[in-house]
Nanobody
């Protein structure tokens, strides 16, 4: 099993920055992908950014140039550096890990609230 523990959410003013962290433990497996999803009230959960074991990344169009995802394979931790935050970034952010090796499994963190408001 895998446990994901998010931290770093909070309240920030528009234009501000936050860094989210997610530490993974357990049978993580390799290769794998870790990412961040978000869900705003009344909307579906959407992919924000993801990074594979080797370091390749992808981003939602809405956050390109503002958010940066990275991972530390020694600490088994993924980060999401969020800059130039907008009110529409307000959501619960969920850490996700997907094993690419058998057994293919997907795991979710409990979520951390990010609120962008003045």
């Amino acid at each position: 099993q895998v446990q994901l523990k998010e931290s770093g959410g909070g309240l920030v003013q528009p234009g501000g920055s936050l860094r989210l962290s997610c530490a993974a433990s357990g049978s993580i497996g390799s290769p794998n992908a870790m990412g961040w999803y978000r869900q705003a009230p009344g909307k579906q959960r959407e992919l924000v950014a993801a990074v594979i074991s080797g370091g390749a990344t992808n981003y939602a169009d809405s956050v390109k140039g503002r958010f940066t995802i990275s991972r530390d394979n020694v600490k088994n931790t993924v980060y999401l550096q969020m800059s130039s935050l907008k009110p529409e970034d307000t959501a619960v952010y969920y850490c996700n890990l997907r094993r690419a090796a058998w057994p293919i499994m997907e795991y979710w963190g409990q979520g951390t609230q990010v609120t962008v408001s003045s």
